[in-house]
């Protein structure tokens, strides 16, 4: 059964078709809800709320829009509810548990090559104003455009730009700073180990 069938049958009603749909897009909101929430539980948490919103919603569904905007824009909206409810800013994600649920086709390879090291960008990404999180995700590991982002968001094109600016100045700067922390700490820890030092 195809996305479009899938759809058809979800609107008419039938639970079992919407099955199809997790099946297909469990991973990639799993993927989005752990880079927002940069913690597995939680993750999981708020993309099954995502998927029970779906489908509470679907009636509300355009099928002449495309189903992956529209699904992780509600994804979206569950993280940033579920943030500011526990009003706290989400933990970076371990390596191994953003390998776990990171689609090969959802990867950010034009973000990662700005860095060596994948888990200082993703703290760094943990680390930006939720805004700024939010389009950064969206366009680097779901790898949407501005007009999708925008879609996802509710913001108008412009403003989607400019946050992805404004957050790309941010990572820059806290990339940097990491770098800096990270050559004091390997000095710092080489002195010590130097005898007479």
């Known amino acids: 059964m195809d996305e479009r069938e899938a759809l058809h049958l979800c609107q008419a009603g039938d639970k079992n078709a919407f099955a199809v749909l997790v099946r297909q897009y469990q991973t990639q909101v799993l993927g989005l809800c752990l880079r927002m929430t940069g913690n597995r539980e939680d993750a999981a948490d708020v993309a099954q709320q995502t998927f029970v919103q779906a489908f509470r919603h679907l009636v509300q569904y355009d099928p002449d829009q495309p189903f992956r905007p529209w699904l992780f824009r509600i994804a979206t909206n569950e993280c940033v509810n579920f943030l500011r409810r526990h009003k706290r800013a989400p933990l970076p994600a371990d390596s191994e548990t953003l390998e776990a649920v990171s689609d090969p086709a959802d990867g950010a390879p034009a973000l990662v090559d700005l860095a060596e090291d994948r888990e200082r960008v993703r703290t760094a990404v943990a680390q930006l104003p939720l805004q700024y999180r939010q389009v950064v995700v969206a366009y680097y590991f779901q790898e949407l455009s501005y007009q ?36 004091e700490a390997h000095r710092v820890r080489t002195d010590a180990a130097v005898p007479g030092r």
Request: overall charge positive; aromatic content about 0%; cysteine-free.
């Open 148 to 183: 999708e982002i925008a879609r996802q968001t509710g913001l108008p094109i412009g403003t989607v730009g400019t946050l992805l600016h404004r957050a790309k100045q941010q990572l820059r700067k806290l990339l940097t700073e990491a770098e800096v922390n990270q050559g």
